[in-house]
């Protein structure tokens, strides 16, 4: 991440641990996707078709572990 004059920047360090890719409407990777999609969007119009799709796009979670975090603050 940076500012718009590309002098204050963010740096995330970590690993990352990826979902299987959904294959199933029913399972545990849609099941992930779904509590993500509320988290950040609430409730879905329909979810069936939400389902579908995930499986259809082939959807997997990424998880990233933050490990170190370090940059340069704007107004430097």
Not at 32 to 58: F, T
Request: proline letters at 4%; a negative charge.
């Amino acid at each position: 991440m940076t500012s718009d004059d590309r002098w204050a920047y963010t740096v995330v360090e970590g690993t990352t641990e990826l979902t299987p890719v959904a294959r199933d409407a029913h399972d545990v990777t849609v099941e992930e996707l779904i509590r993500l999609y509320r988290d950040v969007q609430g409730e879905h119009p329909d979810w069936d078709d939400y389902r579908a799709a995930m499986v259809r796009d082939h959807r997997l979670v990424l998880r990233l572990h933050v490990e170190r975090a370090y940059g340069l603050p704007r107004g430097r």
